[in-house]
Structure formats: C-alpha cells, structure tokens
C-alpha cells in the first residue's frame, strides 16, 4: 500500500535533550512538509522540502532542523533551543495537481516533555 | 486580519441534519481551495478539492467557492454520525508551494 508513514506514535522528551521524528512516503511525490498542530492554532508550518538534498524553514522552523537526503525521507529533529515542543506533529507529501501541489497526511506523532 | 479565518465551533447537530462549514479569506490571490477532514488523534484526510471559483460535488459533499466573496463552504448532506470530526479549509495561490489552513471546525452528529 502507498502511503506516509510516521514513527513513533508517541514520543517523550526529557529537558535538553533532541528528539528525531521520522517521516517516510512510498509515494514517490518530490515534495515533503513538517507541520506542527497545537489546540486552537491550526496547522503552522516548520520546514518543507521540492527537492532532495534543499529544504527551506517555513513559519515557525526555530528549534527545529531537517535533512532530505533521500526522496522518501524526511526526518525532523526537535533540538533543545525549542522550548515548547509538546505537540501533535504532522507530516505531509505531495503531488502536483494542475499545477498546484495538494498534501497528503501522515498519521503524525505526538510529543510530550517528560 | 488572519489570512484564513474559520469558526472553530464546536458544531453539534443531529443525524441526516444538512451541515454547513464556511471559511472566509484575506488574499485575492488564492486559487486552490481544499477541505481536509481529520478524527481524533490522526492525521488530516483530504476530502475535496476545487480550483477557482464554482462548485463540486463528491457524494454528500458539496464544495462551494465564491472568489468575488473570498468565502469557501463545504456543505454534507444526510449527516452520520462517522462525519464528527474536525474539518479544515486550506487554499493556496496558484503554483506556490505552500498550503495556509483555518484553524479548523470540530463537528459532532448525534445518532
């Protein structure tokens, strides 16, 4: 089955410390998205990436850093410079549909500060 | 002014009622208009997706964009109680990249 995967489910973050979410897709869409989910905020968007080996920050992308060195992976790191990180993680792919790029969930991951 | 506003609710109505979810927009330039639903704990679900203005129609779904109003709704017919859950509206300017979203509405059919 096609399709995004996100790994943990559950992830738990002790003071200080980075923690690595993975992002996976057998989709073969180019383009990968980290978003961020709060109660009452909406989705807000952290990093994104067209292509392998380039990903640009997007609106709240401080505490966070990414690679893409593969087509298929995206991993978010959540450094110890992010203060708040509790919160539901989502990450999407896409594929271009008349020439606009429409997004695709992950089941997302969420993060709790032990 | 937020670029997308939506009324977060909480909706609640009862079983085959017709339900109506509406997001306003700031920024003429958007073109793509998408609705999104997402249950409790998971991930988003794209569930209609419309160009410009008009309407389409998948199912119990209606979407409906009108540009002159920067006003996007998403209409379900004959609700079910498996349509509770909370629905984002998201657009974009023609080919940017980037998705905004409204913060969402979290809707309730009682059986």
């Known amino acids: 089955d096609g399709g995004i995967t996100q790994s943990p489910k559950y992830l738990f973050r002790k003071e200080g410390q980075n923690v690595t979410l993975s992002c996976e897709q057998n989709?073969?869409?180019?383009?990968m998205y980290w978003y961020r989910q709060d109660p009452g905020q909406g989705l807000r968007l952290i990093y994104y990436s067209q292509i392998v080996n380039d990903f640009q920050k997007g609106d709240i992308a401080e505490g966070y850093s990414v690679s893409r060195e593969k087509k298929e992976s995206f991993p978010l790191t959540v450094t110890s410079a992010q203060k708040n990180p509790t919160a539901f993680y989502l990450c999407?792919?896409?594929?271009?549909?008349?020439?606009?790029?429409?997004?695709?969930f992950g089941p997302g991951t969420r993060l709790l500060v032990l | 002014q937020k670029e997308v506003e939506q009324d977060p609710g909480p909706l609640s109505v009862p079983e085959g009622a017709i339900v109506s979810l509406n997001c306003t927009y700031s920024n003429s330039a958007f073109q793509y208009f998408m609705w999104y639903r997402q249950y409790s704990r998971k991930g988003p679900e794209l569930l209609m997706y419309t160009y410009s203005s008009g309407n389409k129609e998948d199912g119990r779904f209606t979407a409906q964009v009108d540009k002159s109003s920067k006003y996007i709704s998403l209409f379900i017919r004959d609700s079910q109680p498996s349509d509770s859950a909370t629905y984002l509206c998201?657009?974009?300017?023609?080919?940017?990249?980037?998705?905004?979203f409204g913060k969402g509405t979290k809707l309730t059919v009682n059986p």
């Open positions: 998201a657009m974009s300017e023609g080919g940017s990249e980037k998705l905004v």
């Open positions: 989709l073969n869409h180019d383009a």
């Open positions: 999407a792919s896409s594929i271009k549909r008349m020439a606009q790029e429409t997004q695709y």
